[in-house]
């Protein structure tokens, strides 16, 4: 038995690497390589970039996979090296050695839980892409600055993780901040792990809007819904949409362009609203809104059929009711999860993206909640 300054390391690596390999197994480690060698072949097409939407979704896959491929072989990797830095400082009895074991030891614990929470990711479309709609609530400008925040530390998030991302449209706020943006995240999984943010967030600081320096609290809802793939089947009938266009817009009434291309179209019969201003023409503007409509509506007609099991997952209101998270910046600082109980005390890095301690207490949060549902 490896004994180092107290710690059983041959129990601790053992039981490390039976987690590994519980993960593997359900990632399915040779499917994903596999499909790696096919978008190789994709991406080494010489007429791969005549489709840009193709290409940019093929490459960002490609990308993704490579990445969590890379990071599970890493893991693995560390786990041995720890074996053989354990063993040495045993031999050793280096204080120095023997801290470094124990504080890798800890730092892979922590990296095992994060991607053994990728297993728990097994609903009908946790595995697609996403798409983010975030939008101002209560409290003017300080909301309106709120929601860019929020999607500051949700792009942020994705750039932590090498995440493609894709922005459809941002309508700003005329003194500061925005008033909705539309974007989607390019990942596998991006759904699965992004949906436990569905619902609405509180901020609470001292208003830098506000030249008395109250403090101030504002809202921001946070929706999400899986990216349409072709095997979906949903019909939308053209004379239920109403079609707008309009001029781009920047930052303070700003024109991005100088042409009529922006599209909004408005679905009749449900009142569901996108918009697109991101493509350079009208019509690729208007396609890509038409598939972000088209994913919204998919995700309208499974929360539908779930409601008659009084799951309503994807519904703001219905689902985690009116406040899941509080964002306090005054009279102190603290970030805590509602529905989990998650919290940190620093706020700062949590709005640079670093989000993942609170999205996999939430997927466990939430399958916890499942487990109990099935079993009732």
Not at 68 to 75: A, D, I, M, N, S
Not at 319 to 339: A, E, T
Request: aromatic share 6%; hydrophobic share 40%; net charge negative.
């Amino acid at each position: 038995m490896l004994l180092v300054a107290g710690t059983d390391y041959d129990a601790e690596i053992k039981q490390l690497t039976a987690t590994m390999r519980t993960i593997e197994q359900v990632l399915d480690l040779p499917r994903m390589e596999q499909e790696i060698a096919d978008l190789g072949v994709q991406v080494a097409a010489p007429d791969l970039w005549d489709d840009q939407a193709n290409a940019t979704r093929v490459t960002g896959r490609l990308s993704s996979l490579q990445g969590q491929v890379e990071r599970f072989r890493g893991l693995q990797q560390r786990i041995d090296d720890l074996a053989v830095l354990a063993e040495l400082a045993a031999e050793e009895g280096d204080d120095d050695t023997l801290a470094e074991a124990e504080a890798e030891l800890g730092k892979i614990k922590q990296s095992v839980e994060g991607l053994e929470v990728r297993t728990l990711l097994s609903g009908e479309y946790d595995e697609r892409e996403a798409i983010v709609t975030i939008r101002s609530g209560a409290g003017g400008v300080d909301a309106a600055d709120f929601a860019e925040m929020l999607m500051r530390m949700y792009t942020r998030w994705a750039e932590r993780n090498k995440y493609p991302v894709e922005v459809y449209d941002v309508s700003y706020a005329e003194e500061a901040g925005i008033k909705s943006a539309e974007f989607a995240i390019h990942a596998p999984y991006a759904y699965g792990t992004l949906s436990v943010e569905v619902g609405t967030h509180r901020l609470v600081r001292i208003s830098p809007f506000d030249n008395q320096g109250r403090r101030q609290t504002s809202f921001a809802a946070v929706e999400v819904v899986p990216q349409l793939e072709q095997t979906d089947e949903i019909e939308v009938d053209e004379n239920d949409i109403r079609t707008d266009v309009f001029r781009s817009g920047g930052p303070g009434g700003q024109s991005v362009n100088t042409t009529d291309s922006a599209v909004r179209l408005t679905h009749i019969p449900t009142g569901i609203v996108v918009s697109c201003q991101n493509e350079k023409s009208q019509l690729q503007n208007k396609a890509a809104a038409m598939i972000v409509l088209k994913a919204k509506l998919l995700a309208k007609k499974k929360a539908e059929e779930a409601a008659l099991k009084k799951d309503l997952k994807g519904d703001v209101a219905a689902s985690w009711g009116d406040q899941m998270r509080n964002y306090v910046l005054n009279p102190y600082q603290i970030v805590k999860d509602l529905r989990t109980g998650y919290e940190t005390g620093n706020p700062q890095p949590v709005f640079d993206g670093d989000i993942d301690g609170f999205l996999e207490a939430g997927i466990r949060w939430r399958r916890g909640a499942e487990q109990t549902a099935e079993s009732n």
